[in-house]
């Protein structure tokens, strides 16, 4: 089928029966969205189009507006999660019966919906587009609050990627919660020492290449040194000059 729509993706037209009738008492119908892909129907001769007819008036215009607001380059995942709540709610639907009448496959609808399901903390950073729907998906599978508002915070500082939060998940499911530091502090001293001597560095490797990965720690400087000391020994710490590789 073609599709007036510039860029859209190729959906169904969406209609409601009317109280009229034709001379031959045939029910017509009203187009509540897809005028364009209509015309470049007829344009092309086509004789049959896809359509979705409504019986509620009301519902036709939301799966309507539903399915253009999720073509927009500004909707956020929280964004849909909530209309498609409000969907459910207002018409009693499964979420099988919502994915057909957005015109979503059930594991677009799934993902979003188990962000209002998650913690608060995760749906936020996505409302305020600090993190993506992926890395909010892995920060959700911790059902610890604390650790997971934690790994939300380190996430959000860090820039982390699905794949780092994943690796974060994967040791608190083996290991559970790590003690959560306060690295205010420990920050703010950061950013005093940047401000003076440029961005931070790894104390191993004397980089500040990859800085998502780079952690703040809190440790006695002895014992720091001490570290330092045993490992030069080895021989496994980069010279400062020496590319680094993650």
Same mark, same amino acid.
């Given at each position: 089928m073609l599709s007036?729509?510039?860029?859209?993706?190729?959906?169904?037209?969406?209609?409601?029966?009317?109280?009229?009738?034709t001379p031959d008492r045939a029910p017509l119908y009203e187009i509540v969205a897809g005028h364009r892909r209509y015309k470049a129907a007829c344009a092309a001769g086509l004789k049959d189009a896809p359509c979705l007819i409504f019986?509620?008036?009301?519902?036709?215009?939301?799966?309507?507006?539903?399915?253009e607001n999720t073509?927009?380059?500004?909707?956020?995942?929280?964004?849909?999660?909530?209309?498609?709540?409000?969907?459910?709610?207002?018409?009693?639907?499964?979420?099988?019966?919502?994915?057909?009448?957005?015109?979503?496959?059930?594991?677009?609808?799934?993902?979003?919906l188990n962000l209002l399901k998650g913690n608060p903390a995760v749906l936020e950073a996505v409302q305020?587009?600090?993190?993506?729907?992926?890395?909010?998906?892995?920060?959700?599978?911790?059902?610890?609050?604390?650790h997971c508002r934690y790994l939300t915070y380190l996430a959000v500082e860090?820039?982390?990627? &699905? !794949?780092?939060?994943?690796?974060?998940?994967?040791? $608190?499911?083996? =290991?559970?919660?790590?003690?959560?530091?306060?690295?205010?502090?420990?920050?703010?001293?950061?950013?005093?020492?940047?401000?003076?001597?440029?961005? &931070? !560095?790894?104390?191993l490797c004397k980089s500040?290449? $990859?800085?998502? =990965?780079i952690v703040w720690v809190p440790i006695h400087d002895f014992e720091r040194d001490q570290i330092l000391r045993q490992i030069e020994s080895l021989g496994t710490v980069p010279a400062q000059d020496e590319e680094v590789k993650p």
């Amino acid at each position: 089928m073609l599709s007036g729509d510039e860029g859209s993706a190729v959906r169904p037209i969406s209609g409601e029966k009317t109280a009229s009738y034709t001379p031959d008492r045939a029910p017509l119908y009203e187009i509540v969205a897809g005028h364009r892909r209509y015309k470049a129907a007829c344009a092309a001769g086509l004789k049959d189009a896809p359509c979705l007819i409504f019986t509620d008036a009301t519902l036709a215009k939301h799966a309507a507006m539903s399915a253009e607001n999720t073509l927009r380059e500004d909707v956020s995942p929280a964004e849909e999660a909530y209309w498609y709540a409000e969907l459910i709610e207002k018409y009693d639907f499964t979420e099988e019966q919502l994915g057909k009448t957005v015109h979503k496959p059930l594991n677009y609808i799934y993902t979003r919906l188990n962000l209002l399901k998650g913690n608060p903390a995760v749906l936020e950073a996505v409302q305020q587009r600090k993190i993506g729907l992926s890395v909010a998906s892995q920060l959700n599978r911790v059902d610890n609050d604390q650790h997971c508002r934690y790994l939300t915070y380190l996430a959000v500082e860090g820039g982390a990627t &699905a !794949k780092m939060v994943m690796e974060w998940v994967t040791e $608190y499911k083996k =290991n559970g919660p790590s003690p959560v530091v306060d690295i205010t502090a420990f920050k703010e001293a950061g950013a005093k020492g940047a401000a003076d001597h440029g961005p &931070a !560095k790894c104390f191993l490797c004397k980089s500040n290449s $990859y800085p998502a =990965n780079i952690v703040w720690v809190p440790i006695h400087d002895f014992e720091r040194d001490q570290i330092l000391r045993q490992i030069e020994s080895l021989g496994t710490v980069p010279a400062q000059d020496e590319e680094v590789k993650p």
